[in-house]
Every structure is written in C-alpha cells, then in structure tokens.
C-alpha cells in the first residue's frame, strides 16, 4: 500500500507504519462497499489512503478532540488563510536562537490554550505538533495542552502541496451536492446512525497502555478499560447491522503473557497479532518491535 498523500501530522500510534499488515486484511468484498466510517481518525493514514484512491462514495471521520476536527475544518474551507499563517508562525521560530524557540514555543502554546479563531487555533495546532516532545497531543484535566518543547533543529511543519490536494479531496461533492467526506466532532457511541451492511469500519482508538504508565489518552477524558468495554459493544452493534469492522489496538501481552483482556473482549472475532515498532516511550530501549492487534469480524 502506497501512500502519497501523508498524515500531516505526527500521532501518537499513527498508522502509516501499519498500512501494509492492514491492506493484506481489508475486507474482500471492499470494492462494493459504499462507506467508510471512522471513528477516531486521529492523523488519518487509512483514511487518506482511501480518499485519494477514491476508494468510497462516502467518508464519516470523527475524533471527540474538538482542536484536531477542527483543523480538518479549517483545511477544507480555509486552506489559504491557514497556510500563511502556519508559514508566518515557521519563519518566526526558524529565525530565532534555541533559547528564543523554547520562549516562543510556551507562549504559543498558552494562546493555543486560550479563546482565539478557528483559523489561528489550526495553524497553532500543527506548529505545536511540530514542536513539542515527540509530536504528542496531551491534555491535563482542564482541557490544556500541555506537552513540553522538543528540541528540532529543523522541524517540517507543513508541505503546502500535501494541504492543497487534502483540501481539494476534502471539498469533493456528491450528486447531491454534498460533502462526500462527513467530518464529526462527537463520543464514538454516537455514531450508530451511519452503521449499515454496506459500511466499511476502522476503529483505532486510545491504545490500551503495554508499559506501565504507557500513553493511552490524548485528550481530558480518558480512555480507560470502561471505554474499551464500551468501544466492544460497539463493535459488537455493527457486527449484527452486517458493517464489516476492522479495529486496531496494542496487545497486552507484551507487558504481561497472562492479560486475555482483548482475547475475551473480542472472543467471538478474528484477532491477529501483527510486528509494529513502538514509538512514544520515555525510555529508548522500549521502542522496539512489539505485536499490536488487528481484530476483525470477516
């Protein structure tokens, strides 16, 4: 699987590492399907594999991180405004020392965290993602982003022609004169209204921690056992409408060969375990290669 149009975006647990595993186990029958719903869409690689070979009528992308939506917003209706001001925010930080970046750095990210329009708030995201530690998204309990700096010398911000051409693909109308790709901002549970036997599912949610004190959540509320219990039922739901479902999550049993946690949640389905490199750990040496799982119902 070849993908030319790249997240724009570093995330955490980003799948383009795993495009290849995922193509081998896509549907069969996935040319006849006329949707694709996707619930956590984070960066997108999946989903921006499939806009670009024009692979579906139509796209539902959703995320509960209202910041991250709205970037996708700002992309398709105000591509041009939201390039000059990311390109005015990456000459700034170019030109200044070390010292000057970090001080430019905070005081972005505290506007970030303040009232501010819808245009600026997206040109502060991807400078932020660009900038801080490991290209985290991490909220504290008040909603405030609050990853630190991270030291690049030469940070790549954005490539203009990558934002032209996902703007161009995200403004495509149907017959009906509709957007073809839906973009949401709402709880996963919420999205049962678009689930039928002609959709095709990709659930990547907040990774199950496999490193004690792992990273699992991006935003204020966290993605804890309940939510993945919940994100089963889920599952289950669009199994019994006819969807075919593919989700993807990290195996415990990296940390501990006993944890059938996943095993008895999705019991009743396929469960692969596939070779991905780790790449949000504190310490160095964790970022081998682990197994993560791909669980299916076809």
Known sequence: MELKLKPFLKWAGGKTQLLVEIEKNLPSNIEELNRYVEPFVGAGALFLFFLENNMFEEYII??????????????????????????????????????????????????????????????????LNKTCFNGLFRENSKGEFNVPFGRYKNPSFIDEELIETLSDLLNQKDKYGNFKVKILNQPFQE????????????????YRPVTIGGFNSY????????????????????????????????????LDLEDEFFDDLYRDFNIQRVLAKRRINSNAKGRGEITELLITNY
């Open 62 to 127: 959703n995320d509960i991180n209202t910041k991250l939506i709205n970037l996708y917003k700002v992309i398709r209706d105000n591509k041009q405004e939201f390039i000059i001001c990311i390109s005015e925010l990456r000459e700034k930080y170019l030109n200044k020392s070390e010292v000057e970046r970090e001080k430019f750095f905070y005081s972005i990210r505290n506007a970030f965290n303040k009232e501010c329009d819808n245009i600026t708030q997206a040109a502060y995201m991807v400078f």
């Open 191 to 206: 999205m049962r209204e678009y689930i039928d036997m002609d959709s095709f599912i990709y659930c990547d949610p907040p």
């Open 219 to 254: 935003n204020k509320s966290s993605f804890n056992d309940d939510s993945q219990k919940a994100l089963a039922e889920f599952y289950k739901f669009a199994d019994k409408k006819g969807s075919k479902i593919m989700l993807s999550n990290s195996d415990p049993k990296n």
